[in-house]
């Protein structure tokens, strides 16, 4: 029971982390080879303020279960376990690792690398357990790397969506969204001869994104590089 509980509340974490990333820093490091294939590593910094809304938003549902959802939420056995349980049955994807701290001022990092068979499987990072509540519609994401003649074309698209349960209690995060950042750091297999990427250096890219930018019921985060083969 406390397990099926903690994934409905993990479910609720990702979510919450792909869509209102507050107090959150994501940093995503891609590796991708000649033929689409390659590896990433996630590195997630969850601030402490995080799971403080995380904790008054379970509260609201159910304030029975609260202690014990709050002990779990710092179990880092069971994060990175119910972490590694959503990469190792999502598709096209194979665990490498995967690693979470509470560090000393109840802030979280949580480390996952894996490969991929083809970059358009990334988005299935966290595969959801259907029967499990989920308010929020994360969104539409599309990847692809694209072979024309001698050039080589990939590209990162997300374009959010409006929550599914528009009577659901969503906490307003836009305090906590200073300074924080999305960082997309892509390393290509052949070189690179246009890209909308902020810092190039040779075959590696550097996307970079503000949180508070991507937290809008419109926002798009858009990557793109064309290879010279």
Do not use: H
């Not at 590209?155 to 959010?160: A, E, G, L, T, V």
């Not at 969503?170 to 909308?196: A, G, H, M, T, W």
Request: glycine letters at 4%; one cysteine or more; a negative charge.
């Amino acid at each position: 029971m406390k397990k099926s509980y903690f994934l409905l509340c993990f479910v609720l974490i990702v979510t919450f982390s792909m869509v209102l990333p507050s107090c959150i820093n994501i940093e995503r490091k891609i590796k991708i080879n000649p033929d689409g294939s390659g590896t990433e590593k996630i590195t997630i910094d969850y601030g402490k303020e995080f799971f403080d809304m995380m904790i008054g938003l379970i509260s609201s549902f159910d304030s029975t279960r609260l202690k014990n959802f709050s002990d779990s939420l710092y179990d880092d056995n069971i994060f990175a376990s119910q972490t590694a349980e959503g990469i190792n049955k999502a598709k096209g994807l194979k665990l490498i690792n995967v690693f979470s701290k509470t560090n000393t001022d109840s802030s979280k990092t949580v480390v996952t690398e894996y490969e991929f068979e083809n970059v358009k499987y990334i988005t299935n990072s966290f595969e959801k357990d259907e029967e499990a509540y989920n308010p929020l519609n994360i969104g539409i994401t599309e990847v692809s790397y694209k072979t024309e003649g001698d050039k080589a074309i990939f590209r990162y698209y997300f374009k959010s969506s409006e929550p599914k349960d528009t009577t659901s209690s969503v906490p307003d995060l836009s305090e906590y969204f200073k300074d924080r950042k999305l960082i997309f750091k892509i390393e290509f297999p052949y070189e690179v001869v246009s890209s909308n990427a902020k810092y190039t250096n040779g075959n590696n890219l550097v996307w970079e994104f503000n949180m508070s930018d991507i937290y809008s019921k419109t926002s798009e985060v858009n990557l793109e590089a064309v290879m010279k083969k």
